[in-house]
Nanobody, 115 residues
Framework: QVTLVESGGGLVQPGGSLRVSCTAS????????TAWYRQAPGKQREFVAS???????TYADFAKGRFTISRANVKNRVDLQMTSLKPEDTAVYSC?????????WGQGTQVTVSS
């Protein structure tokens, strides 16, 4: 079993930056992919970015050039650095941890972009 905890959400003004983190604990495999998703009110959940343990990275088109996903210098933590934030980036950001045997989700962290 793997437990995911997201942190770092909050309120930020348009044009600002914010970093959210996803920390995995428990029986974490040595090979996995961590992905960030987001869901805005009234909309479907959408993919944001992912990173594998081999550092293969994928971004959604809207995230390219503004968001950076990386592995932190803390074991089993993945960060999503978001810059040039827009009101339409407002959503609950959740991370998904995928191993060969199972997938796990965190509960999410709210990111609100508003003046």
């Amino acid at each position: 079993q793997v437990t995911l905890v997201e942190s770092g959400g909050g309120l930020v003004q348009p044009g600002g930056s914010l970093r959210v983190s996803c920390t995995a604990s428990g029986s974490v495999d040595s090979v996995y992919v961590t992905a960030w998703y987001r869901q805005a009110p009234g909309k479907q959940r959408e993919f944001v970015a992912s990173i594998s343990t081999g550092n293969s990275i994928t971004y959604a088109d809207f995230a390219k050039g503004r968001f950076t996903i990386s592995r932190a210098n803390v074991k089993n933590r993945v960060d999503l650095q978001m810059t040039s934030l827009k009101p339409e980036d407002t959503a609950v950001y959740s991370c998904k941890h995928s191993e060969s045997r199972a997938q796990f989700w965190g509960q999410g962290t709210q990111v609100t972009v508003s003046s």
